[in-house]
């Protein structure tokens, strides 16, 4: 049975849901002890993941926001970091939050994660950790999914609310799951996949 596209309602909630959290991850404030090590560990994350993924060369990072994970994406040196938001603005923001080094080797677009601007087979890997959890159904995970099937020559990494059933949503996208961790092992705060394609 084929699924709904999602309405536009939903894309619009799930980019400015991606988008406000994004903003509140990007709070300059001194940060405290919890949120020092909220930080520590989604790097470590993300670095574990990579790793599973195989190091990729040329990543996009979708739904990026203020570019909270360009340090740890660039620290592989001879990658290449695209980026895309729905925003301008936050595109610009981040443009303001990381030094000259890094940046040059960042590339920003605007654009939906429902519809990106690249070729099929364009990039190793999308890495879509902020967007992926906030959207709020089945259908328009599906939507995500297929595009990141057409973009992505190799994996994905998604972030997802360890409660939502996604697993059988992966395979019909046609993905398999490499691996998966939680944020905080055995609790059902969020979880980091990465997926393969597998047609």
């Not at 909270?68 to 620290?75: N, S």
């Not at 080094?101 to 605007?110: A, D």
């Not at 998604?158 to 490499?178: I, K």
């Amino acid at each position: 049975m084929q699924s709904q596209p999602p309405s536009s309602i939903e894309i619009e909630f799930a980019e400015r849901a991606g988008q406000e959290h994004a903003r509140v991850c990007a709070d300059t404030r001194p940060p405290g002890l919890l949120r020092r090590l909220g930080l520590w560990r989604d790097e470590q994350l993300v670095r574990r993941a990579l790793k599973i993924a195989g190091e990729p060369g040329l990543i996009l990072d979708l739904a990026c926001g203020t570019g909270r994970f360009w340090p740890v994406l660039a620290e592989h040196g001879n990658r290449v970091i695209l980026a895309s938001d729905n925003s301008q603005d936050m595109l610009d923001h981040a443009r303001t939050h990381h030094p000259t080094s890094l940046l040059k080797r960042v590339k920003t677009f605007q654009g939906s994660a429902f519809s990106i601007g690249l070729s099929a087979n364009a990039v190793d890997c999308i890495f879509c950790l902020e967007l992926f959890r906030h959207v709020p159904s089945s259908e328009a995970r599906q939507a995500l999914l297929q595009e990141f099937h057409r973009v992505s020559r190799d994996t994905v990494i998604v972030s997802v609310a360890s409660h939502t059933p996604v697993e059988d949503e992966f395979r019909q996208a046609g993905f398999e799951v490499l691996n998966y961790q939680e944020f905080i092992p055995g609790s059902s705060v969020w979880r980091v996949y990465v997926l393969r394609k597998t047609g």
